[in-house]
């Protein structure tokens, strides 16, 4: 089964850009799946193991980097067509 999905990251502390910086960086290195990013959200798209995975391990390898943070995530059965701005 495919699915896309679309993340947010809010983290709780002042020095939030260089943690949703690493956290795009980590999921942008997969070679599995499609990872696009704009200004709002970071979307994922491929089979939907590989996707559940990806956004589990960017989130534990967040959490032990730099604690606390909410992620936001909608999945929608399918490929979407999702592009660079």
Not at 2 to 30: C, M
Request: overall charge neutral.
């Amino acid at each position: 089964m495919d699915i896309t999905a679309e993340l947010s990251l809010y983290p709780l502390q002042k020095d939030y850009i260089r943690v949703i910086d690493s956290f795009i960086t980590q999921l942008a290195a997969s070679q599995n799946v499609i990872v696009v990013t704009n200004a709002m959200s970071t979307q994922i798209s491929g089979a939907a193991g590989p996707v559940f995975a990806l956004v589990q391990a960017a989130l534990e390898a967040s959490y032990r980097d730099f604690g606390k943070q909410v992620l936001v995530c909608k999945f929608i059965p399918g490929l979407l067509p999702i592009r660079p701005a």
